[in-house]
């Protein structure tokens, strides 16, 4: 029996969608990575977030490769379509004692996926439904219209991503007005406000983080090295969260930066770049904005990858080019306490 049916007749029926993180799994970008051919269907659904398409069997399940679409005469549309239909909206759905909804079992937390799903809550919670997703294998959904259910819920994501055997997102996800999904943005005056900025800092770093593993196992390849030619020192530039002074409202604001040293090849997509000296002390600092007007047209990023990395070169020449984009340092570290 083929893993992956060859018409379009035999997968209809055997087609999921699945909610993974944007680095997962390793190797099957690594393989794509190698061989485009070999790359499997996927969309992006949220920051740092993807559905892939799947064949599921009882005892097996298998990633949907791209050129598998046209051999069964079928669209990547299509093919997600029939992935939603094929999902039960309301199996395995419970209410905890506390009011909040929950969903445990295999892929549940895939269950966000389905169009419209989460628009069922309203009217089931108080204010807009909130979901957190920690897990790949559990869901649960609140409103954010109570102040207990945010504050269960910041502890649901927080604590399940952290403890997780399958990480999925530490974040908050609700619905705009139309229904669909979005993160979770507090007004700047709500008490979670920093907590969901901080969030968006640690889960772009561990993002990151794997995408670092991958990349250095595959710069290991003659053919990898070849093709994104940077240099035998290859140094990526890693993640790193700061905490810059308090807003108006007296939310801390923290933002993600890496290190651009002379040896470093590939730098990661942050709010801020600081080109530092191999001794790590810090020249100028500059908004990403910044760096991508003056050169992300010069060299594209790597290609092949989940997450946008950036070859650099020419440290001392970048150093002047950005001089004039430099943030003041007073806007990029909190206050001491007096």
Same mark, same amino acid.
């Given at each position: 029996?083929?893993?992956?049916?060859?018409?379009?007749?035999?997968?209809?029926?055997?087609?999921?969608?699945?909610? *993974?993180?944007?680095?997962?799994?390793?190797?099957?970008?690594?393989?794509?990575?190698?061989?485009?051919?070999?790359?499997? &269907?996927?969309?992006?659904?949220?920051?740092?977030?993807?559905?892939?398409?799947?064949?599921?069997?009882?005892?097996?399940?298998?990633?949907?490769?791209?050129?598998?679409?046209?051999?069964? %005469?079928?669209?990547?549309?299509?093919?997600?379509?029939?992935?939603?239909?094929?999902?039960?909206?309301?199996?395995?759905?419970? $209410?905890?004692?506390?009011?909040?909804?929950?969903? $445990? @079992?295999?892929? %549940?937390?895939?269950?966000?996926?389905?169009?419209?799903?989460?628009?069922?809550?309203?009217?089931?919670?108080? @204010?807009?439904?909130?979901?957190?997703? +920690?897990?790949?294998?559990?869901?649960?959904?609140?409103?954010?219209?109570?102040?207990?259910?945010?504050?269960?819920? &910041?502890?649901?994501?927080?604590?399940?991503? *952290?403890?997780?055997?399958?990480?999925?997102?530490?974040?908050?996800?609700?619905?705009?007005?139309?229904?669909?999904?979005?993160?979770?943005?507090?007004? +700047?005056?709500?008490?979670?406000?920093?907590? &969901?900025?901080?969030?968006? !800092?640690?889960?772009?770093?561990? !993002?990151?983080?794997?995408? @670092?593993?991958?990349?250095?196992?595959?710069?290991?390849?003659?053919?990898? %090295?070849? $093709?994104?030619?940077?240099?035998?020192?290859?140094?990526?530039?890693?993640?790193?969260?700061?905490?810059?002074?308090?807003?108006?409202?007296?939310?801390?604001? +923290?933002?993600?930066?890496?290190?651009?040293?002379?040896?470093?090849?590939?730098?990661?997509?942050?709010? &801020?770049?600081?080109?530092?000296?191999?001794?790590?002390?810090?020249?100028?600092?500059?908004?990403?904005? %910044?760096?991508?007007?003056?050169?992300?047209?010069?060299?594209?990023?790597?290609?092949?990858?989940?997450?946008?990395?950036?070859?650099?070169?020419?440290?001392?020449?970048?150093?002047?080019?950005?001089?004039?984009?430099?943030?003041?340092?007073?806007?990029?570290?909190?206050?001491?306490?007096?």
């Amino acid at each position: 029996m083929d893993e992956i049916p060859n018409t379009w007749s035999e997968a209809r029926s055997l087609l999921r969608a699945v909610l *993974r993180p944007v680095v997962a799994p390793q190797a099957v970008w690594r393989a794509a990575a190698i061989n485009p051919d070999k790359a499997v &269907v996927r969309r992006e659904f949220l920051p740092f977030l993807h559905q892939l398409l799947v064949v599921d069997r009882e005892l097996l399940r298998k990633f949907v490769p791209v050129s598998r679409l046209p051999q069964w %005469a079928a669209s990547e549309s299509l093919a997600f379509s029939q992935a939603y239909a094929n999902q039960s909206p309301t199996e395995g759905i419970e $209410r905890r004692p506390d009011g909040i909804w929950e969903v $445990r @079992g295999p892929d %549940a937390a895939s269950r966000l996926l389905l169009p419209g799903w989460l628009s069922f809550f309203r009217g089931k919670v108080s @204010g807009t439904p909130l979901v957190a997703i +920690p897990e790949t294998t559990t869901l649960f959904i609140g409103g954010d219209g109570s102040t207990e259910w945010r504050q269960e819920l &910041v502890r649901l994501a927080a604590v399940g991503w *952290r403890e997780a055997e399958h990480p999925l997102s530490p974040m908050l996800y609700s619905i705009d007005p139309k229904g669909t999904v979005i993160p979770w943005s507090p007004a +700047p005056q709500d008490g979670s406000h920093a907590w &969901v900025s901080a969030t968006r !800092c640690a889960f772009a770093q561990a !993002c990151y983080e794997g995408l @670092g593993e991958l990349i250095e196992d595959l710069y290991s390849l003659p053919s990898i %090295a070849s $093709r994104w030619n940077l240099g035998e020192a290859f140094r990526v530039g890693s993640v790193e969260v700061a905490v810059g002074p308090d807003d108006a409202h007296g939310n801390p604001t +923290p933002y993600t930066f890496t290190r651009w040293r002379p040896d470093t090849s590939v730098i990661p997509e942050v709010d &801020v770049v600081v080109l530092a000296r191999p001794d790590d002390k810090a020249m100028i600092a500059v908004p990403w904005s %910044a760096f991508d007007s003056v050169f992300s047209k010069e060299r594209p990023r790597l290609d092949g990858l989940p997450l946008a990395l950036w070859p650099v070169a020419n440290w001392a020449s970048a150093l002047e080019r950005l001089r004039p984009f430099a943030l003041d340092p007073t806007t990029l570290a909190a206050k001491d306490d007096e």
